[in-house]
C-alpha cells in the first residue's frame, strides 16, 4: 500500500477532509455516517440555501461562494472541516489543501472509487438526476482525478468503494382512497367495475358522464373502465354514435370521483403506442391520487385503423407490440431517466401514485402468456373462463341485464333484443334479477375470477347503475 494511503482507519480530528468522486458516488451518506451535520459544508445544500433547491445549477456561483468562505471561518478556527462537493476541480483542492496546512491541521482527501453502474443507479433514483452526459463525463475523469490527488501532498488520502448499491425500485402499490373498494378482490369475492360503452348523453355530456360515475361510486363499485376505439364498434352500437376519447373523458371523472379505479379496458396497443399511454395514465393517476389501471390489448378492428390513417400490421406483429409494451410502460413508470427496456432515457413526468395495474385483454395463446408473465392481469369472456389455465389474476368481461323482477327483465330484453330472438337475447346477456346474477357471479368467483368488468347493455343513465347495489355488496 502507497504510504499515506489509509483504506479503513480512524482519521485525524480535528482535520480537513475533501470529498473527491463523482455525483452518485456515496459521497454525502459517507460524510453523514461519520460526521456532525456542522462539520460538512456541502455544495448542494447550500445551492438549497441560495437557489431553488439542491439542483439549482443556476446558483452555483453563489453557493460556492457560501462554501469558501465558511471553509475559511471554520478552518481558521482549527474545526473539523468536511467540504462536501464533486473535488473534481484540481485548482479548488489545490487551495483547500494550502487554507488546510496555513492553519496546521491535517489534510485528508478522500477518493470515492465507485462503480459507475451503481453511480448511474443512485442517480436515477435522485427527484432531479443529474444529466447523464454530465455523470458520464464525470466517471471518465476519476482515473486522471486519482493520479492528480495522489500527487497532490495530502497527509492522508483514503479511497472507498461508495457502499451498498440501492434496493431494487419499483413503485409501491398506492395506497386505496379511504372508502375504495380493492379493484382485484382476494379469491372467493369479486370486485365489480362498469365498463361504460354507449354514450346516450343528449346535450350536457359531462353532466351525464358524471352522473354515471357519481351513480358507480354509490352503487358499489370499485371501479370504472371505458372502451378505447376510434369508432363505435358493430357489437355495441352504429358508426355515427358518440364514443368519446377514453383518456380524456377518465380525467374528467378523476374530479368528479373519490374512489372509483379508472381505466380502459383496453387500449390496442396498435391506437396507442407505449410511450404516450403511458405518459397518459401517469397523468391520470396523479390527478386521481393513486387510481388510474391500464388495460392493454393487440388490437382487433381494421375500420378504425384505415379511417385514421393507422398502420394495421399483421396478427403476429400486434402481438410483438404488446409484448414489447409492457416492459416500456413499467419502465417509463418506473424511478429514475436512465435507459431501460431498449430506450435511451425514461423521463416520464409526472410519475404515477404507485404501481399501475396491467390488464392484458384477449383469449388467444400468445396473449394469456403475455397476461401470465408480463401483466398483473387477464381480461377474457365470462364463458371463457375455463380457457386462461393458470393465471395470477383473472378479470371477465361481462354483458349482464338486470332487472327489478322478472317482469322488468322480460320488458327490457324485449325493448334491447332487436332482431334477435328473445330466447336467445337473454341467454347472451344473463337477463335476470340480482339474486340470480348474484348466484352467477359467486359460481365465477369459486372459479378464481378476481374482477368483473360489467357492460349493461341497458345502460342510458344513473338509474340502470343504482340497480347494481344488491349484487356488489354480495359478492364484496
Known sequence: MAPGILPRVELPDPALVVLVGPAGAGKSTWAASRYREVEVVSSDALRERVGTGPADLDATTEAFAVLEAVVAARLRRGLT????????????????????????????????????????????????????PALTAQLRRMPEVSAEVAAE???????????PAPAAAAPAPAAAPAGARPLFAEP????????????????????????????????????????????????????FEAIPDPLVALGLLAGATTTLHLGTLVSPVTVRPAGPLAKALATLDALSDGRAFCGLGAGWWEREHAAHALAFPSPRERLDLLERAVPTLRALWAPGTGPAAGLPETTCYPRPVGALPIIIGGTG????????????????????????????????????????????????????????????????????????????????????????????????????????????????
Open 153 to 163: 501532498g495530502w497527509d492522508v488520502v483514503v479511497r472507498e468503494r461508495g457502499g
Open 81 to 132: 472541516t468536511v467540504v462536501d462537493t464533486l473535488g473534481l476541480d484540481p485548482r479548488r483542492r489545490r487551495d483547500w489543501l494550502a487554507a488546510g496546512r496555513a492553519t496546521g491541521l491535517p489534510c485528508v482527501a478522500v477518493v470515492f472509487d465507485t462503480p459507475g453502474a451503481l453511480c448511474r443507479a443512485r442517480n436515477r433514483q435522485r427527484d432531479r438526476p443529474v444529466p447523464a
Open 188 to 239: 372467493g369475492r369479486l370486485s365489480f367495475v362498469l365498463q361504460v360503452s354507449r354514450f346516450p348523453w343528449g346535450d350536457d355530456p359531462a353532466a351525464w358522464l358524471r352522473a354515471v360515475a357519481v351513480a358507480a361510486e354509490g352503487a358499489g363499485f370499485a371501479g370504472l373502465a371505458l372502451m378505447d376505439h376510434l369508432i363505435q364498434i358493430p357489437q355495441v352500437g352504429r358508426p
Open 365 to 476: 395463446r400468445r396473449t394469456l402468456r403475455i397476461a401470465a408473465t408480463a401483466g398483473d392481469a387477464c381480461n377474457v369472456p365470462a364463458d371463457r373462463v375455463a380457457d386462461v389455465g393458470e393465471q395470477n389474476r383473472i378479470t371477465v368481461l361481462d354483458l349482464p341485464l338486470l332487472g327489478d323482477d322478472r317482469e322488468h327483465v322480460a320488458r327490457l330484453v324485449e325493448r334491447l333484443r332487436g332482431r334477435t330472438g328473445a330466447a336467445a337475447f337473454a341467454a347472451r346477456h344473463h337477463a335476470g334479477t340480482a339474486a340470480e346474477h348474484v348466484r352467477r357471479y359467486r359460481l365465477l368467483a369459486e372459479t378464481g375470477v378476481r374482477t368483473a368488468f360489467v357492460s349493461p347493455p341497458d345502460l342510458a343513465g344513473p338509474d340502470d347503475v343504482a340497480r347494481w347495489a344488491p349484487v356488489t355488496a354480495a359478492l364484496a
